[in-house]
């Protein structure tokens, strides 16, 4: 590791103490859905109300995947999802901090 500049702090101590403000994070997003029980003679069902669910759909190995949630989460599920983004952003300036820093260089 290159020495730093006093009263600096080393981009990599930077990015961690930002990166740890936005835990908890999240990438994917959050869909409420109307599922169908399929039981005969379902009210919610046949006025079409159905019976809503709240689910996290992300991508995991290549594949779309899903998972419900408990309704009382949607809050905090949707500041990590926030907070996901951000992070996602951070990134994308690392990537440019780094190439920059690599021109610097030469
Ligand atoms: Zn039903």
């Known amino acids: 590791m290159k020495p730093t500049q ?7 101590t930077a990015f961690a103490k930002k990166a740890a403000a936005l835990w908890p994070c999240a990438k994917g997003s959050l869909t409420w859905v ?45 500041k990590a999802i926030e907070n996901g983004r951000a992070l996602e952003a951070l990134m994308v300036e690392c990537g440019i901090a780094t190439v920059r820093a690599g021109r610097a260089r030469r």
């Open 34 to 78: 109307r599922n169908r029980c399929g039981r005969p003679g379902c009210k919610r069902c046949a006025s079409g109300e159905g019976h809503p669910a709240l689910l996290y759909t992300f991508r995991k190995d290549g594949r779309q995947r899903a998972m419900s949630v408990r309704p009382e989460l949607e809050g905090a599920m949707r």
């Open 6 to 12: 006093p009263g600096r702090k080393a981009p990599e």
